[in-house]
């Protein structure tokens, strides 16, 4: 029997003018959080595709509990065990919850969907991760913290033994990260094991076990402890290199007012909400998941209609009801939610770079 509930040997995956993967080892022990690091570009994507079945390693073998594997595609990975919940939730908008979390495996009797059972059981899952709606909700409807929640409601819901979870905090609050956190600590505590992708090296060492470092695409080290492992030790086997200062001083040049907002109102969201940016300056906006950033930047752009409210470039007004009036004004907008608002995924990368700016 194997100490490890997943192996992986010699994998090398080879894509058209680059060597993706690149002889990479891999051994994930039950019941632990596996941290895989490394920045961007060094593998760790394309590593778990060929975990999950998504993509076939040219050369390497994979053990799942001791026995070899080669799985012909994601529905094998999920057959066996195995459970990816992505950066950006692959899910269905205008279907319900319970639609979501058992599209593919649908609880049936005589070839006909139980829906009174399937919403029961999805139910139970949502209340495992204290979840504040249920099955029934529309998925369009939710944040995306909670979208999340339902993604891993999914991985439950096949019996995943092995879950892998890619950048799960990149679109989180601090206490959606706490609640993310205590529900993976809950799922350790029934035996169940994961692969945790992360560039946040705080949220490395809070929440993993051990971890693998990735580089170029090739194996650089195993961790055993990462949270007794130095920092600076783990970003030197991160980037290759020694880094003379994590948070190097700048200089900063700022100038005069810039953009000058008054008084800008969204009826039912956002009211009387002013502020200046200074040329040369980052100026900062927090708070709670709906206190209102996402909208207020959406306002200043033209994404969404103001009901009042003053917007001054260089001191002249400016009238933005549009997002074609902001960027002829030289104000772009970088959405949070970049799948669906920021890019047209079914074109290429040079259309998806001008775009914004053609006639």
């Known amino acids: 029997m194997s100490e490890y509930v997943l192996e992986l040997k010699g994998i090398t995956k080879i894509f058209p003018g680059v060597k993706a993967l690149n002889n990479v080892q ?27 079945g998504v993509h076939k390693a040219e050369e390497g073998e ?24 992505y950066q950006h939730p692959t899910s269905y908008p205008h279907l319900t919850v319970a639609e979501n979390i058992f599209m593919g495996h649908e ?32 998925m369009g409807t939710l944040s995306v913290a909670q979208q999340q929640m339902v993604e891993i409601a999914k991985a439950l819901s096949t019996n995943a033994k092995i879950v892998i979870l890619d950048e799960p905090t990149s679109s989180l609050s601090d206490h959606e990260i706490d609640n993310l956190f205590e529900i993976i600590l809950r799922m ?15 949220e490395i060492k809070r ?4 971890g693998t470092v990735l580089r170029d695409g090739k194996f650089v ?15 030197k086997l991160i980037v290759g290199r020694s880094l003379e200062e994590q948070y190097p001083a700048r200089e900063s040049h700022i100038g005069d007012v810039l953009l000058d907002v008054q008084g800008l109102s969204v009826k039912g969201l956002i009211e009387d909400v002013s502020f200046q940016v200074r040329r040369g300056e980052v100026l900062g906006f927090s708070g709670l998941v709906g206190a209102g950033r996402t909208t207020t930047a959406k306002a200043v752009f033209g994404a969404l209609k103001k009901s009042v409210g003053r917007i001054f470039i260089d001191g002249k007004e400016v009238r933005i009801r549009s997002p074609h009036d902001a960027i002829r004004n030289g104000i772009s907008l970088l959405p949070e939610n970049r799948k669906e608002e920021g890019l047209i995924l079914t074109k290429s990368i040079a259309w998806n770079l001008v775009f914004a700016s053609l006639h």
Not at 34 to 46: D, F, I, P, Q, V
Not at 65 to 72: A, C, P
Not at 117 to 132: G, I, P, R, V, Y
Request: net charge neutral; hydrophobic share 40%; no cysteine.
């Open 26 to 52: 891999f051994q994930l022990k039950p019941g632990e959080v596996h941290a895989l690091m490394g920045e961007n570009g060094a593998g760790k994507s394309t590593f778990i595709k060929v975990i999950t």
């Open 62 to 85: 994979m053990y799942l509990f001791g026995e070899k594997v080669d799985f012909k595609g994601p529905k094998d990975a999920q057959e066996a065990g195995i459970a990816a919940v």
């Open 107 to 138: 609880i049936k009797k005589n070839h006909i969907i139980q829906w009174k059972a399937m919403n029961e059981e999805a139910n139970k899952l949502l209340k495992q991760l204290n979840a504040d709606f249920d099955s029934t909700a529309e």
């Open 188 to 202: 350790q505590k029934k035996g169940i094991t994961f692969i945790y992708i992360s560039h946040r090296m705080e």
């Open 207 to 210: 929440i993993g076990n051990s």
């Open 221 to 235: 080290a195993s961790i055993d402890d990462v949270k007794s492992m130095d920092m600076e030790q783990i970003i």
